[in-house]
T-cell receptor, first 112, second 118 residues
């Protein structure tokens, strides 16, 4: 039982490049989330998926897109990376909305 | 809109001393509250949570927190700190649409970094 896994662990991009961050959970959870963490800012929600087939914007969605591929997987895509997207990205899942969220180990992204 | 405030950015305590980390929330109803801990370079681990019932909740690693509705607070405590407790601690509340947020998501405080002196 791995919980929430994220790939890659670390990535360097040039401005304008695109990439997809992958997240998978093996806990049969309905809800999944993407957060970014910046120094002194805590964690801020980018997008979430309350259940398979639905996605909604969070606090800071600009520059990102998401796909809930199936119940297990929830990906985050940067279409044209910008230096302001340099951050640590965390995926989380919960049994349902409002339940306890379990976090992955994070992806450190550096955009040059 | 809902918010969570952690007034202390950085706290240093001596090993063996007691610890209290402060958390205040803005909310109109009984909130769902959490404390998470993040060690350097790691993800977030749940320490404890409060949904309802007994206002003093016990968590992992010897931590406890007390919900005080009158003070809109959910402070984290530990009677005797160990060097391994050095980390960053985040308080969070579940967002509800009725209070201007996205239903069910977590709103985090900005964190309190704990350093432990030998």
């Amino acid at each position: 039982n791995a919980g929430v896994t994220q790939t890659p662990k670390f990535q360097v991009l040039k401005t304008g490049q695109s990439m997809t961050l992958q997240c998978a959970q093996d806990m049969n959870h309905n809800s999944m989330y993407w957060y970014r963490q910046d120094p002194g800012m805590g964690l801020r929600l980018i997008y979430y998926s309350a259940s398979e087939g639905t996605t909604d914007k969070g606090e800071v969605p600009n520059g990102y897109n998401v796909s809930r591929l199936n119940k297990r997987e929830f990906s985050l895509r940067l279409e044209s990376a910008a230096p302001s997207q340099t951050s640590v990205y965390f995926c989380a899942s919960s049994e349902d909305i409002q339940e306890t969220q379990y976090f992955g180990p994070g992806t450190r992204l550096l955009v040059l | 809109a809902q918010s969570v405030t952690q007034p202390d950015i950085h706290i240093t305590v001596s090993e063996g001393a007691s610890l209290e980390l402060r958390c205040n929330y803005s909310y109109g109803a009984t909130p769902y509250l959490f404390w998470y801990v993040q060690s350097p370079g790691q993800g977030l681990q749940l320490l404890l949570k409060y949904f309802s019932g007994d206002t003093l909740v016990q968590g992992i690693k010897g931590f406890e927190a007390e919900f005080k509705r009158s003070q809109s607070s959910f402070n984290l405590r530990k009677p005797s700190v160990h060097w391994s407790d050095a980390a960053e601690y985040f308080c969070a509340v579940v967002s509800l649409r009725d209070y201007g947020g996205s239903q069910g998501n977590l709103i985090f405080g900005k964190g309190t970094k704990l350093s432990v002196k030998p």
